[in-house]
């Protein structure tokens, strides 16, 4: 084969690669705010519905991170006034997600403007009202969802005594619905939508509404029909930042809530959750700290096995260019340790001697996580126009004794002697392929120069309470439980490449034919992926 078709296969093989790549967007992995809410239902003279006053309280390790740096005029407690400011811009970030309300036949809610924030007890809880344009009566069954659509924010009511109605008829009464299976057109519909979508179409919202759960509000009389809002999409330039100030989403690939996914996320989920709480109790018992542990341990494998960035770039560059077990599992151990100790350092130094606030070691997280993923899509590039033009490779056969692995046998047979399989190679053999240490350096800090945002809430509660030595071991421990995930996910890279070189032989053409595509096409991954994490982080 000549070079030009080389060159047009490989541009042919990459264009479907993207077409596949197109298709996942990125997704958040599992919540890293928890919120215990409750929320008042008003009603007007007329039995109609005029707006909601919320009342959500954080959990304690996010609430430490909320607050850190707020306490400006050092006297050991941060009050409301403190907080008003960042009240008043999470009220900015929750307007530009519908307040994470969804209510009706896709009512329409204004902030009204008199959101606090108190911090008592190493708990934050926001109180804010919404009024709605239009008031509406809730006749036989109003559906009312409170939820983070993505997941970032897990938002939960303990029962039906955490919702209020408020000057209701006294024909009225709620319940509380257990979270429902999405169905497969809705599931399909959700995961269709661009990272630039920043609010559900209102049908799908009423469909999504019941899959975590819902208020039903029913009263003995129904109201007039209501016109239902036209589904559209609602697109923006640029996304805006999360609400609460949290620390930046880990972006990953857009995989389903439901089956083995849906299960992996309600592992990290409890983990995360029993893990804080773990956190919280070393103040009085010490010995929590061997449950926080195991906790942390956990922890890390399950959030590895989640849709982050980190097993992918590794399991493909080890596919693109190792040959060595030993050296993909070095790889993962290595970048997950940087990946805690990059943790451990930012709140040291940002929170411990800056005293920054979470906002800006949030901020300064994002921007180093942006460097992280353009230096995956600098990685793939160099992976992808290396394999291709055959930089780097140092062979000094003579030009006769060069074959091209793209020849047709009948070629090969006038002019190669197959006794001697040594001299048959592509124009870069897999085993000049093996990364050197500046390539195996780009990895690790690819990978791990992007602390998990898990990590630096835990830091910061630990920090702030005192703990810090056990905050460190359960940050260093859950890298430990991530390299041990991506470790066994680059060794099935490795393993799965060495058996498409057997399938045609050891030394044969065809072999190396399927890992020579086979090193390509995790050379376009590590690229794609990394632009695809860039676009979706800017």
Same mark, same amino acid.
């Given at each position: 084969?000549?070079?030009?078709?080389?060159?047009?296969?490989?541009?042919?093989?990459?264009?479907?690669?993207?077409?596949?790549?197109?298709?996942?967007?990125?997704?958040?992995?599992?919540?890293?705010?928890?919120?215990?809410?409750?929320?008042?239902?008003?009603?007007?003279?007329?039995?109609?519905?005029?707006?909601?006053?919320?009342?959500?309280?954080?959990?304690?390790?996010?609430?430490?991170?909320?607050?850190?740096?707020?306490?400006?005029?050092?006297?050991?407690?941060?009050?409301?006034?403190?907080?008003?400011?960042?009240?008043?811009?999470?009220?900015?970030?929750?307007?530009?997600?519908?307040?994470?309300?969804?209510?009706?036949?896709?009512?329409?809610?204004?902030?009204?403007?008199?959101?606090?924030?108190?911090?008592?007890?190493?708990?934050?809880?926001?109180?804010?009202?919404?009024?709605?344009?239009?008031?509406?009566?809730?006749?036989?069954?109003?559906?009312?969802?409170?939820?983070?659509?993505?997941?970032?924010?897990?938002?939960?009511?303990?029962?039906?005594?955490?919702?209020?109605?408020?000057?209701?008829?006294?024909?009225?009464?709620?319940?509380?619905?257990?979270?429902?299976?999405?169905?497969?057109?809705?599931?399909?519909?959700?995961?269709?939508?661009?990272?630039?979508?920043?609010?559900?179409?209102?049908?799908?919202?009423?469909?999504?509404?019941?899959?975590?759960?819902?208020?039903?509000?029913?009263?003995?009389?129904?109201?007039?029909?209501?016109?239902?809002?036209?589904?559209?999409?609602?697109?923006?330039?640029?996304?805006?930042?999360?609400?609460?100030?949290?620390?930046?989403?880990?972006?990953?690939?857009?995989?389903?809530?439901?089956?083995?996914?849906?299960?992996?996320?309600?592992?990290?989920?409890?983990?995360?959750?029993?893990?804080?709480?773990?956190?919280?109790?070393?103040?009085?018992?010490?010995?929590?700290?061997?449950?926080?542990?195991?906790?942390?341990?956990?922890?890390?494998?399950?959030?590895?096995?989640?849709?982050?960035?980190?097993?992918?770039?590794?399991?493909?560059?080890?596919?693109?260019?190792?040959?060595?077990?030993?050296?993909?599992? @070095?790889?993962?151990?290595? #970048?997950? =340790? %940087?990946?805690? !100790?990059?943790?451990?350092?930012? &709140?040291? $130094? +940002? /929170?411990? *001697?800056?005293?920054?606030?979470?906002?800006?070691?949030?901020?300064?997280?994002?921007?180093?996580?942006?460097?992280?993923?353009?230096?995956?899509?600098?990685?793939?590039?160099?992976?992808?126009?290396?394999?291709?033009?055959?930089?780097?490779?140092?062979?000094?056969?003579?030009?006769?004794?060069?074959?091209?692995?793209?020849?047709?046998?009948?070629?090969?047979?006038?002019?190669?002697?197959?006794?001697?399989?040594?001299?048959?190679?592509?124009?870069?053999?897999?085993?000049?392929?093996?990364?050197?240490?500046?390539?195996?350096?780009?990895?690790?800090?690819?990978?791990?120069?992007?602390?998990?945002?898990?990590?630096?809430?835990?830091?910061?509660?630990?920090?702030?309470?005192?703990?810090? @030595?056990?905050?460190?071991? #359960?940050? =260093? %421990?859950?890298? !430990?439980?991530?390299?041990?995930? &991506?470790? $066994? +996910? /680059?060794? *099935?890279?490795?393993?799965?490449?060495?058996?498409?070189?057997?399938?045609?032989?050891?030394?044969?053409?065809?072999?190396?034919?399927?890992?020579?595509?086979?090193?390509?096409?995790?050379?376009?991954?590590?690229?794609?992926?990394?632009?695809?994490?860039?676009?979706?982080?800017?």
């Amino acid at each position: 084969m000549s070079f030009s078709r080389l060159v047009l296969g490989a541009a042919h093989f990459l264009a479907a690669i993207v077409v596949f790549l197109g298709l996942a967007q990125p997704a958040i992995a599992h919540p890293h705010i928890f919120i215990d809410a409750k929320v008042d239902v008003v009603f007007d003279a007329q039995g109609r519905i005029t707006g909601l006053r919320h009342h959500w309280t954080f959990d304690s390790a996010f609430s430490v991170w909320t607050v850190q740096g707020l306490d400006k005029n050092n006297d050991g407690s941060v009050d409301s006034s403190e907080l008003q400011e960042l009240a008043d811009e999470n009220m900015v970030g929750l307007a530009d997600y519908g307040f994470y309300t969804f209510a009706g036949d896709g009512m329409a809610f204004a902030a009204a403007g008199d959101q606090k924030m108190v911090y008592r007890d190493n708990r934050v809880t926001l109180d804010f009202s919404i009024d709605a344009e239009e008031p509406v009566a809730p006749g036989h069954r109003f559906e009312l969802g409170v939820y983070d659509a993505e997941y970032y924010v897990a938002i939960g009511f303990a029962d039906v005594g955490d919702v209020t109605l408020v000057n209701a008829p006294a024909s009225c009464g709620a319940e509380l619905v257990p979270p429902q299976p999405m169905d497969k057109a809705t599931e399909e519909r959700l995961y269709s939508l661009g990272p630039e979508v920043l609010e559900l179409p209102p049908d799908l919202a009423a469909a999504m509404r019941g899959t975590q759960g819902m208020i039903v509000i029913s009263c003995a009389e129904a109201p007039a029909p209501t016109t239902a809002l036209e589904a559209t999409e609602q697109v923006a330039v640029s996304r805006p930042s999360a609400p609460f100030g949290g620390p930046p989403p880990e972006p990953g690939l857009n995989l389903p809530r439901s089956g083995f996914f849906g299960w992996l996320q309600d592992q990290q989920r409890a983990f995360y959750g029993a893990m804080t709480r773990s956190l919280d109790a070393l103040r009085n018992d010490w010995t929590a700290f061997w449950v926080l542990g195991g906790l942390s341990f956990l922890y890390g494998i399950f959030h590895a096995a989640g849709p982050g960035h980190g097993k992918v770039v590794i399991s493909s560059y080890v596919l693109a260019n190792e040959h060595q077990l030993r050296r993909g599992i @070095a790889l993962s151990a290595v #970048s997950a =340790l %940087l990946q805690s !100790l990059v943790a451990i350092a930012f &709140v040291l $130094v +940002l /929170a411990g *001697l800056l005293r920054l606030t979470s906002t800006a070691i949030g901020d300064a997280a994002h921007w180093v996580g942006v460097l992280s993923y353009g230096l995956v899509a600098a990685l793939g590039a160099w992976l992808v126009i290396r394999k291709i033009f055959g930089l780097g490779h140092h062979h000094h056969h003579a030009p006769e004794a060069r074959q091209d692995i793209w020849h047709d046998h009948a070629h090969e047979d006038h002019h190669h002697d197959h006794d001697h399989p040594e001299h048959m190679h592509h124009a870069v053999s897999p085993a000049d392929l093996s990364g050197n240490w500046r390539e195996q350096l780009g990895v690790v800090l690819a990978v791990g120069l992007r602390p998990c945002s898990g990590a630096l809430v835990v830091m910061v509660f630990a920090l702030s309470q005192g703990l810090l @030595a056990a905050g460190v071991a #359960s940050v =260093l %421990l859950m890298g !430990l439980g991530t390299a041990i995930t &991506v470790a $066994v +996910l /680059a060794s *099935l890279a490795v393993g799965a490449k060495g058996l498409l070189g057997r399938l045609g032989g050891e030394e044969s053409v065809l072999a190396q034919r399927i890992v020579w595509w086979a090193e390509l096409a995790g050379a376009a991954l590590v690229l794609l992926f990394g632009i695809l994490l860039l676009i979706a982080s800017l």
